[in-house]
């Protein structure tokens, strides 16, 4: 691969050799050939470690390969031989790395000194851990109120950190806990306690085993979750049907080839993954879902008039839930050319799709970004749920609502702890187990921190792990407030923009990875991690850390916590960091779910915390699983002008949120550039715009300020009308800090309506050159 722009369409199918291919590449560009096969090696095994990428759960019995192409990616970013050291930053000011881009940033390699911003120089400076303890002490003890402080969590951070994370600042005396789940399945964690009673997915990896039918609404497993591929496969090929919904006709969700299959690889021969793929309009997921639960519904009068079983499962209906007169109400309301027009979608294939979900015994719902990051987000979620409900597929084997979590510890960092919005009974156990009395007002996500930080009255940020300044939307705006803080904290293992968007005083703080050995005063320690089917395991690095100045992140925080709190709180901090088992008995006698949590721990690939609605028994107000009524298919009126498209913010193959591993996405055929613009020819034709036309993005909005990205090239797609996409997080300040979710606060980043200006022409030559 050599450095042109290209656009090259993929022919292969997802996985095989290509991915094999990327993963040596990916080891060798970190100087890790050899030694990063090592480590995969112990990746998500019994005694080794849990892999840092996706929050897909490991099988009971793991093959000796039990990874994928991106992690084995995201592995060798953590094992890079590459360092960033105090003399890197001696000789690049910190304006001057913020003309870098995001690649070449991380490209330095590993943080290997806690340092600390001089002002008089525009340097990043080695400082003393205990200095920069200090420093933190210092400005969060001089706020004239505890919540100017702002503790962002990344999914990356163990229980064990997230935990004692949550206490130092509850013991601080805030509940301010922006996580960068409140830019992704917040709409489940709000959205789907009111529909059944958990705000988690209710299916184990077994049910992928004997599910019938499997529909995928708005992920991308091959590239987000691959070791899902190895299911999907399964699933495909014991006859499962598969439905994918996706504006994109994703690689992976075609057909796949698994590299572990040697049949497979030697005949380069592949599995077909889904059956039908539906090319939604982006936003149009409501109105799928009611179009389907409509068929269904029409379909069961008809059954019972003719004395056929009925394709309703009422027994369930009747028995657990509330809300189906209205819910029927509802969608004989519901029009077919509205549902036609808002899903972009023929009738007949919602009718399709309908059919194969009432012809499964057994379906799951999975679902990822393209349904939570939307206005109406949190709505789609409990359509989701709508739809599972109509068929008992709750709590039942082979059966289930599956949301595909982000971050491979995003779940646990919620169930110990991280929110913003703590019921009374966790704080009560708290303050049982501590002895303190913590706060009770709730506290930020990320965009009331946000709207803090523009306003005025955050003045201290502290972030475990994450790239916040990049992941965080509106950047004109929002980048701005960051410089205005008093203060800015990074726990971070890699150079990201974050440390460049920084604060007056400004601390970058490098932690331990999960591949590496954390040693302790009590010995070598493990972490444990929750995965997207609420199994707590065990994760136990074995690599030589990256420098011998680094702290784990639990260090790091109860370092922070000592010099501030002082004796306040009477916690023996330097016992929780000698010995994490400590740390997981507390989070044992404050959470009674973690029962027996040390010994539990033992046993390979963990336990499974228990899950209420996998029970059937419904934690909601009413006691039951609720079917809830949305008016409407949430379209937004200005979708319907001429001029506007629809704007979704995907990943490439080759990024890990902010962290890109190469400038190119080898499924969708773009190589070495991230500054495209998919959009259909229709589209294209109207705008008058040609293959390779440069244009900028302008975010429409009613606010008066002006968000744009400039110079995109404009790649013709197969796209569903009225929509378009480009990456994350470049896309980012177009989505304007009030376009979010009213009820989960998830940003709209997969729907943001813009308009394109023609920036430059392509010559003829230029034009259609691949
Ligand atoms: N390698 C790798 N793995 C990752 C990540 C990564 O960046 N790289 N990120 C991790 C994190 S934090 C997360 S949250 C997950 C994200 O994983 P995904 O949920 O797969 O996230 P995206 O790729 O942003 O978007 C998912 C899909 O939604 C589709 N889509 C866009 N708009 C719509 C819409 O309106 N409707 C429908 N039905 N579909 C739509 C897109 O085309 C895309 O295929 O993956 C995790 N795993
Ligand atoms: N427009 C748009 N915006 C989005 C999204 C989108 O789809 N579109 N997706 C949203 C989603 S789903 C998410 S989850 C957020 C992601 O937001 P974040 O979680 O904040 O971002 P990441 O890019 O995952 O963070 C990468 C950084 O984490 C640090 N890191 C890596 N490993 C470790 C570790 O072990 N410990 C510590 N302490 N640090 C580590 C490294 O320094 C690295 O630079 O972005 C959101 N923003
Ligand atoms: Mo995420």
Not at 567 to 578: C, M, V
């Amino acid at each position: 691969m050599g450095i042109a722009k290209t656009i090259r369409p993929y022919h292969s199918p997802a996985g095989g050799w290509g991915a094999l291919k990327a993963m040596g590449t990916a080891l060798a560009e970190q100087d890790i050939a050899l030694s990063g096969m090592v480590t995969l090696s112990r990746m998500n095994q019994p005694g080794g470690f849990d892999c840092p990428g996706c929050g897909w759960a490991d099988p009971k019995n793991p093959s000796p390969f039990e990874y994928c192409e991106n992690g084995g990616k995201a592995v060798a970013w953590e094992a890079t031989q590459k360092r960033c050291t105090p003399e890197f930053f001696a000789t690049h000011t910190v304006s001057g790395l913020s003309t870098w881009d995001d690649f070449d940033l991380e490209m330095v390699g590993r943080l290997t000194h806690p340092m600390r911003y001089d002002a008089a120089t525009d340097h990043y400076v080695p400082v003393s851990w205990e200095e920069a303890f200090a420093t933190t002490a210092r400005h969060l003890n001089a706020l004239p109120d505890p919540n100017m402080a702002e503790f962002y969590t990344s999914g990356r951070a163990s229980n064990e950190a997230a935990f004692l994370y949550q206490l130092f600042a509850r013991l601080h005396g805030t509940n301010n806990f922006p996580d960068c789940s409140n830019m992704c399945h917040e709409a489940t964690s709000v959205g789907l306690p009111v529909s059944i009673g958990v705000g988690k997915g209710t299916v184990l990896l077994e049910d992928f085993d004997t599910a019938d039918a499997i529909f995928i609404f708005g992920q991308n497993p091959g590239t987000n979750s691959p070791r899902m591929m190895t299911n999907l496969r399964d699933a495909s090929r014991r006859g499962a049907v598969i439905m994918s919904f996706n504006p994109f006709r994703e690689r992976a969700l075609e057909r796949f080839q698994a590299p572990q299959n040697p049949v497979e690889m030697a005949t380069l021969t592949s599995t077909p993954i889904s059956s039908r793929l539906f090319q939604v309009k982006v936003g149009g997921d409501v109105a799928v879902l009611k179009g389907m639960m409509k068929v269904m519904v029409d379909a069961d009068r008809t059954a019972r008039r003719e004395e056929r079983a009925p394709v309703l499962d009422w027994d369930f209906i009747n028995g657990h839930t509330l809300g189906i007169e209205a819910l029927i109400a509802d969608l004989d309301a519901t029009t077919w050319d509205h549902i036609e027009r808002v899903s972009g979608l023929p009738r007949a294939d919602i009718e399709a799709a309908a059919t194969a979900y009432m012809q499964a015994e057994r379906a799951i719902l999975v679902y990822g970004m393209g349904i939570t990051q939307h206005k109406h987000g949190t709505q789609n979620v409990q359509q989701i749920a709508n739809l599972a409900l109509l068929r008992g597929n709750v709590g039942r084997e082979g059966a289930g609502i599956c949301p595909v979590r982000g971050h491979s510890n995003v779940q646990g960092d919620r169930t110990v702890g991280i929110t913003e919005i703590p019921t009374d009974a966790f704080l009560d156990s708290l303050k049982a187990r501590f002895g303190f009395e913590p706060p009770r007002a709730h506290g930020h996500s990320v965009v009331t921190a946000l709207e803090a930080m523009v306003k005025g009255e955050a003045r201290v940020f502290i972030g475990l792990g994450g790239n916040f300044a990049s992941a965080i939307p509106d950047w004109v705006q929002t980048q701005d407030a960051m410089r205005r803080l008093d203060l800015t904290v990074h726990i971070s293992t890699k150079l990201n923009r974050s440390h460049l968007v920084h604060g007056r005083e400004a601390l970058i703080l490098p932690c331990l990875g999960r591949t590496e050995l954390d040693m302790q005063a009590g010995g070598v320690q493990s972490v444990t991690v929750e995965d997207s089917m609420s199994m707590v395991h065990a994760s136990t690095g074995h690599n030589p850390p990256a420098s011998a100045h680094l702290k784990s992140e639990p260090a790091i925080i109860a370092g922070m916590a000592r010099a501030t709190l002082g004796a306040r709180g009477g916690i023996d901090w330097e016992a929780l960091t000698a010995d994490y088992a400590l740390i997981r008995e507390d989070i044992e006698a404050v959470f009674p779910i973690f029962q027996g949590y040390n010994t539990r721990i033992k046993t390979p690939g963990g336990f499974h915390l228990a899950s209420t609605a996998r029970e059937r028994v419904w934690a909601t107000a009413t006691g039951k699983a609720n079917l809830l009524v949305i008016e409407g298919l949430c379209e937004d009126p200005r979708q319907r002008e001429p001029d506007t498209l629809w704007l979704t913010t995907v990943r490439s193959h080759d990024q890990y949120n902010t962290t890109l591993y190469s400038r190119s996405d080898r499924y969708r055929g773009v190589y070495n550039q991230r500054d495209v613009l998919f959009l259909n020819e229709a589209e294209m034709d109207k705008r008058g715009l040609k293959a390779d036309d440069r244009v900028d993005i302008i975010a429409v909005s009613d606010d008066g300020i002006e968000r744009a990205v400039r110079s995109f090239r404009v790649v013709p797609y197969a796209f569903p009308d009225g929509g378009c996409a480009a990456y994350y997080p470049e896309t980012n300040p177009l989505v304007p800090l009030e376009a979010h979710d009213p009820q989960s606060h998830t940003p709209a980043s997969k729907g943001v309506p813009v308009r394109l200006v023609l920036s430059s022409r392509a010559t003829p030559a230029q034009q259609g050159v691949k």
